[in-house]
């Protein structure tokens, strides 16, 4: 406890605001309660909706097997929040401890949690972007719309972009029976987050479930009829391809205008941040009472480099939302950092796909077990003589090992016999990573200097 008695005092009457009701925002303002925050707790929200789970969207909900409104997320105790849904924050006084919202009223704060994510990445022709049946996917209502869409058996979807979205998009609607063109820029779906090796088997997985995928191209131009319908889109290599439905799936934007002016170190990159979730203001000096968490937050890894890994990922939002929450009901020597180890899963065309840590930080892969063509194997990604990644495909089951690999740093490739290896297996070879100045090619971190080839250090997860 604070000697003054002052994190008491916040405990037991002080002012939470978080911006966000989001997974990041419900989960963090749950722990603040079972921290023992008895005080004033307020959730801004820009979606009318109490904060619902994101990854059923493009899976169950445009299957047809549940609808948007059954996704609200499971509550772990309640938080006697008042809720402001439907009214986005519009500005932050840092020096008056007060956020500005969109009806012109302001919320003043002794602690502040940031937890207001991404949004997708809209077609960059605003004209072609209103057209009817062009839709992206990232809120509810935007997957609500495009059920509705794909439930009038359109002739055919265009999906733009391959990425997990697009390519998820894509399972689904040949799973209802319908034609699905895939336009994608790089060699392959998937190569900006797992590399051209494991793309080649996305790309032969989708086109052996009759998924049109043309790859190494462009979509130049989006074209509407008289009833301003979208008809056809235009592709560089000079063909068309004639659709009733576009989905636009050129990855995300971070929120983070509203913020332009506070003084907050904020931008298209994300907010920037300590380990222990703390914001950086433009200056470079961490803040007390501002923190961040989830997507949009930038927080250095030890583990990685000490680079500043942003994270679109589900387990991620959690875990930085409980630790961003501990912090802010804690005194400094008891505050603890996120060093969650970035993990991720997708399922498409009945297959499992599940990484762990930053295989898109590799440089080389092993195929430690199974085969590529048998779409059942675990890929192990190196990067400077160390495990820095792995993924699987059907075979869940090992990676939990392969993140321990990575949290020891162990040496790449490993050097002890695996089950299953194959002859493919026998040595490493190039992860074919585009160049991460391509858009849409992967995920950007920004290096401090320190080597990731480093094995001085044994990482130990944080215990909560």
Request: aromatic letters at 6%; one cysteine or more; glycine letters at 10%.
């Amino acid at each position: 406890m604070s000697s003054d008695g002052s994190l008491d005092r916040l405990k037991r009457e002080g002012r939470v605001v978080v911006v966000g009701a989001s997974l990041a925002g419900l989960r963090a303002a749950e722990t603040l309660r079972e921290k023992g925050f008895a005080g004033s707790l307020t959730m801004v929200g820009d979606e009318p909706y109490e904060p619902y789970d994101r990854p059923p969207l493009s899976k169950q909900v445009l299957l047809g097997r549940a609808t948007p409104d059954h996704t609200s997320l499971p509550r772990r105790r309640a938080i006697d929040a008042q809720w402001r849904l439907g009214v986005p924050a519009t500005g932050l006084d840092m020096a008056a401890r007060r956020v500005r919202l969109a009806d012109g009223d302001e919320v003043g704060y002794d602690r502040l949690l940031i937890a207001t994510g991404v949004r997708a990445r809209p077609w960059p022709r605003e004209s072609e972007a209103e057209l009817d049946g062009v839709f992206v996917l990232r809120t509810r209502d935007d997957a609500r719309g495009l059920e509705r869409a794909l439930a009038q058996n359109p002739r055919r979807v265009l999906v733009i972009g391959a990425g997990f979205t697009g390519s998820e998009i894509a399972s689904a609607c040949r799973e209802r029976g319908i034609a699905v063109t895939v336009a994608e820029r790089a060699a392959a779906p998937l190569v900006g987050a797992l590399g051209g090796v494991v793309g080649q088997v996305a790309a032969e997985l989708q086109r052996e479930h009759g998924v049109d995928l043309r790859c190494g191209i462009m979509v130049t131009g989006l074209e509407g009829d008289a009833a301003n319908r979208v008809r056809a889109a235009h592709l560089s290599d000079g063909n068309t391809v004639e659709a009733d439905v576009v989905v636009v799936c050129l990855g995300a934007m971070r929120n983070t205008e509203w913020l332009a002016g506070s003084g907050l170190g904020a931008g298209p990159r994300g907010i920037a941040c300590d380990a222990g979730c703390r914001a950086f203001d433009i200056r470079g000096i961490v803040t007390d009472d501002v923190y961040v968490a989830g997507d949009v937050a930038r927080s250095p890894h030890p583990l990685f480099g000490y680079q500043f890994l942003s994270l679109e990922h589900w387990g991620n939002a959690v875990a930085q939302a409980e630790t961003a929450a501990h912090n802010m009901m804690s005194d400094s020597v008891d505050r603890r950092p996120h060093i969650w180890v970035p993990a991720f899963w997708s399922s498409q065309f009945g297959v499992n796909i599940k990484s762990v840590g930053v295989p898109s930080m590799g440089t080389e892969i092993l195929i430690a077990q199974g085969a590529l063509h048998e779409r059942r194997f675990t890929g192990v990604y190196g990067y400077q003589g160390r495990v820095i990644g792995a993924v699987t495909f059907d075979q869940t089951k090992w990676l939990q090992f392969y993140q321990q690999l990575i949290e020891t740093t162990a040496p790449f490739p490993p050097s002890f016999p695996t089950v299953d290896r194959r002859p493919e297996g026998q040595r490493p070879v190039d992860a074919d990573f585009p160049d991460p100045s391509v858009p849409t090619s992967g995920p950007t971190v920004t290096l401090t200097g320190y080597s990731p080839a480093d094995r001085r250090m044994t990482f130990t997860p944080a215990g909560h």
